[in-house]
């Protein structure tokens, strides 16, 4: 079974920092894109950033120059470093991952964390 588990929300106030991680675990023969998307309330689920096995990223307009995708060396972990945080990024934040496994090529979304900006 594949489990994508995150951690590191939390409340921070406008400008301040927060750094995601979300860690792939279970039965897996490969790990292709990673990303973290979003939703905020009423709103739709958007993607925030995204890193290939080859560390190619994209990032939302909205976050460009603030935020900061990863992945660590075995290229089972994600990160996400939040920098000069606004109130608008206030989100739940979701974990993504293109997997390979027993099932074949699935997509996997972790349990989400929540992260609130204060004014």
């Known amino acids: 079974q594949v489990q994508l588990v995150e951690s590191g929300g939390g409340l921070v106030q406008a400008g301040g920092s927060l750094r995601l991680s979300c860690a792939a675990s279970?039965?897996?023969?490969?790990?292709?894109?990673m990303g973290w998307y979003r939703q905020a309330p009423g709103k739709q689920r958007e993607l925030v950033a995204t890193?290939?096995?080859?560390?190619?990223?994209t990032y939302a307009d909205s976050v460009k120059g603030r935020f900061t995708i990863a992945r660590n060396n075995a290229g089972n972990t994600v990160y996400l470093q939040m920098n000069t945080l606004k109130p608008e990024d206030t989100a739940v934040y979701y974990c993504?991952?293109?997997?390979?496994?027993?099932?074949?090529?699935?997509?996997?979304w972790g349990q989400g964390t929540q992260v609130t900006v204060s004014s």
């Open positions: 993504h991952a293109a997997i390979s496994g027993v099932l074949g090529l699935r997509n996997y």
């Open positions: 279970g039965t897996i023969f490969s790990i292709n894109t």
């Open positions: 890193i290939t096995r080859g560390d190619s990223t």
